[in-house]
């Protein structure tokens, strides 16, 4: 019987449970696996992958080690992802969907990939990447859309060792440029443009300069609108060009477990990005687990992420995840408000999407100028709701709840970073509970916890994680090791890794695991319509532009993007503060780091909060911009500033700024 309309989750007190249906539906229904995966976590994860993932060589020698902060899971066990992805299915699903790709012009057809197609693009791929001198260990940066081409390149990279760095389109050409010179790869993977909002955006023709000035060797390009973009000779290559003839098959190389899978640069608390490794093994059995406890993902499901390829939730969720199951991925191409703000309740419709997977910024924007849309489609194929990159306010969520999934199905509300991998703290659909603006427990047989500054547990806190470790968590940052011990390892020392958010011990309980609530990020970085931005890159940015002396970025609570960048600057003397200057401002940002990146106010000030040795205190400004409490001007060298910053942006808080 289809599953079609169903009741997924029950309501009692004002929160939601697993209904019966989803009882005997989930994979998961049992609150002691909680207790039962903690009784010995390194069984517990080895079990899992054997049960999930296909090995060339299953025999590693330790599953795990932990040398704090460094740890190595099934090492020596031999293993590939693209071979798990895909060679495993071919003999019962080859004409199964692996991935159905809608264009956003509409009047385009879909394209879908069978497991059989998907499988052979990808080797040809393969192939053409080794004919280019690629090989294991070897970075190739991708500036990609959504198209199936990506998942194509990313796939066959997974294929022969070589690893992605696959960098966001809304990023600059200047900021693909810094990440290929970071990661050392002189391969680009570009296509000629895409469509976006019924607009096409150039790619190729943007990224030339960029490209001459990294020295790069080759750039595949794949032909998506028809731009003939220019081309250098013996350089740039249509993809179409080198598929052309070339060898069809190539065997999925069986890798070590601890080796580099991917690189997926993202942002810290300083100007560069840091490149976040992940390794081949313990990346994929996370991602196959969370896949299937999180999602309840079932193998004739068809999961619909909206999460771009250019971020961490893209790769586990919307490319691997899916395909590691067997399962069915829907990528679309464009913008949810083309051709109408019910483009993706269309295709939700049109796929039967048993999952939806995407971020509250995305439903807030849909929620104020769309409301009742959702209405006008028939949703009932969808069995979860997922929800992931800021913390989901309760408004959002019950529009979520009710409108999209009809009231019908559970909201996980997922919280994870590129950091981690794949999915580590919500509630599980067979489990629950599931509470307006409250993320869930950590996931079995994780231990998350909330310290205070002095390292002790407390209510409401810094979120951190001990141990026993998942094996997905990051390798380190590329090149960088003393950055990954500072940024993770310091602030409560090398056994207990900070996650930068803060968040609170709600008194929700399941399995004698509490349910944790998600604030926000305590430093220097900001969630910006859910893209992870660090204030420093914008900063430098800023300071690009002539007249400005000094620069301060934070974020600023803004209704639909949960933050935007809000500037601070101090002009040089003679300077005078104008509209042009404003201009200038967010063209450096756009050029240096990206439209993403998009100032969304300006504050022309004469001081910044600053402590004694001179460091910028952003914290006062942050408390400004949100109407809080500052606490302790005296903190700051010279508070007296803080009284014109106040009236410049309008503060309107609790405490008096004045007198000093
Ligand atoms: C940061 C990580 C995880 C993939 C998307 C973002 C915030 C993420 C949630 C959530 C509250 C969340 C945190 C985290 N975040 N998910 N469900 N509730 N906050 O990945 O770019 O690495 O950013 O996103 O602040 O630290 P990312």
Redesign the pocket.
């Known amino acids: 019987m289809s599953d079609k309309g169903k009741m997924w989750v029950t309501e009692k007190d004002g929160i939601y449970w697993p209904s019966e249906n989803m009882k005997k539906k989930a994979f998961i229904t049992n609150p002691d696996i909680f207790e039962e995966a903690k009784e010995n976590p390194v069984e517990f994860w080895a079990e899992r992958a054997r049960e999930l993932i296909d090995w060339f060589d299953s025999d590693w020698e330790r599953t795990n080690e932990w040398n704090p902060p460094f740890f190595k899971w099934f090492e020596g066990g031999k293993v590939n992802l693209s071979y798990n992805c895909l060679d495993r299915h071919i003999e019962d699903k080859g004409d199964k969907p692996a991935i159905i790709w809608e264009p956003e012009p509409t009047d385009e057809e879909k394209e879908v990939l069978t497991y059989t197609e998907l499988h052979k693009g990808v080797q040809k791929f393969a192939n053409v990447l080794k004919e280019l001198g690629v090989g294991k260990g070897d970075a190739v940066t991708f500036w990609m859309p959504m198209i199936p081409e990506t998942a194509m390149a990313a796939l066959a990279c997974q294929r022969i060792g070589a690893w992605h760095s696959i960098v966001y389109t809304a990023f600059s050409p200047e900021a693909v440029r810094k990440r290929m010179e970071d990661a050392g790869s002189d391969l680009l993977i570009t296509a000629d443009g895409f469509y976006r909002r019924g607009k096409v955006m150039e790619l190729k023709n943007n990224i030339n300069d960029a490209l001459d000035r990294v020295e790069a060797e080759n750039c595949i390009v794949v032909n998506r609108a028809d731009t003939e973009p220019t081309m250098v000779e013996g350089r740039d290559h249509f993809l179409s060009d080198l598929m052309d003839g070339v060898e069809e098959s190539c065997d999925a190389e069986p890798l070590d477990a601890e080796d580099i899978g991917f690189l997926l640069y993202?942002s810290g608390t300083t100007g560069k990005p840091k490149g976040i490794k992940h390794s081949v093994g313990g990346y994929l059995v996370q991602a196959a687990l969370s896949m299937k406890w999180v999602f309840d993902f079932h193998e004739d499901d068809v999961f619909y992420s909206t999460a771009d390829i250019g971020?961490?939730?893209g790769h586990t969720y919307t490319l691997y995840g899916p395909l590691i199951h067997g399962g069915t991925t829907v990528w679309y191409e464009g913008s949810p408000d083309y051709p109408d703000l019910d483009r993706w309740w269309n295709i939700i419709e049109k796929y039967g999407a048993t999952q939806f997977y995407t971020a509250p910024t995305a439903l807030r924007m849909l929620i104020k100028h769309g409301r009742d849309l959702p209405e006008k489609h028939d949703l009932s194929s969808l069995r979860i709701l997922g929800?992931?990159?800021?913390?989901?306010d309760p408004e959002t969520w019950n529009w979520y709840f009710k409108k999209v999934g009809g009231g019908r199905c559970p909201i996980v509300?997922?919280?994870?970073?590129?950091?981690t991998g794949g999915i580590l703290l919500t509630s599980l659909p067979g489990l629950g509970p599931f509470v307006p603006g409250v993320?869930g427990t950590p996931l079995p047989p994780m231990n998350y916890d909330i310290l205070d500054i002095d390292g002790n547990p407390t209510e409401k806190g810094a979120v951190v994680i001990k141990e026993p470790f998942s094996p997905g968590m990051l390798r380190g940052v590329y090149k960088n090791p003393d950055k990954y011990k500072e940024e993770y390892w310091s602030r409560y020392g090398e056994e207990i890794y900070f996650?930068?958010?803060e968040g609170i011990k709600t008194e929700h309980e399941i399995g004698g695991q509490k349910l944790f609530k998600?604030l926000?990020?305590m430093d220097d970085v900001m969630?910006v319509a859910?893209?992870?931005l660090g204030t420093a890159e914008i900063e430098d940015a800023v300071q690009e532009v002539e007249e400005v002396a000094e620069a301060a970025v934070v974020g600023k609570p803004h209704d639909v993007k949960g933050q935007v960048p809000a500037v601070f600057t101090i002009l040089i003397d003679g300077a005078e503060p104008s509209e042009d200057l404003k201009g200038d401002i967010v063209r450096s940002v756009r050029r240096e780091v990206g439209p993403v990146a998009s100032p969304g106010e300006i504050y022309f000030v004469s001081r910044l909060p600053e402590t004694e040795s001179g460091k910028v205190i952003r914290r006062f400004l942050r408390a400004l911009l949100k109407d809080e409490e500052l606490g302790d001007m005296r903190t700051a060298n010279n508070p007296e500033c803080l009284e014109e910053i106040a009236d410049i942006v309008g503060y309107n808080g609790p405490q008096d700024v004045s007198g000093y």
Do not use: K
Request: aromatic share 10%.
């Open positions: 993202t971020w961490i939730t929800s992931v990159g800021e913390p989901i509300d997922t919280y994870w970073q590129t950091e993320a996650t930068g958010d998600i926000g990020r969630e859910g893209h992870r």
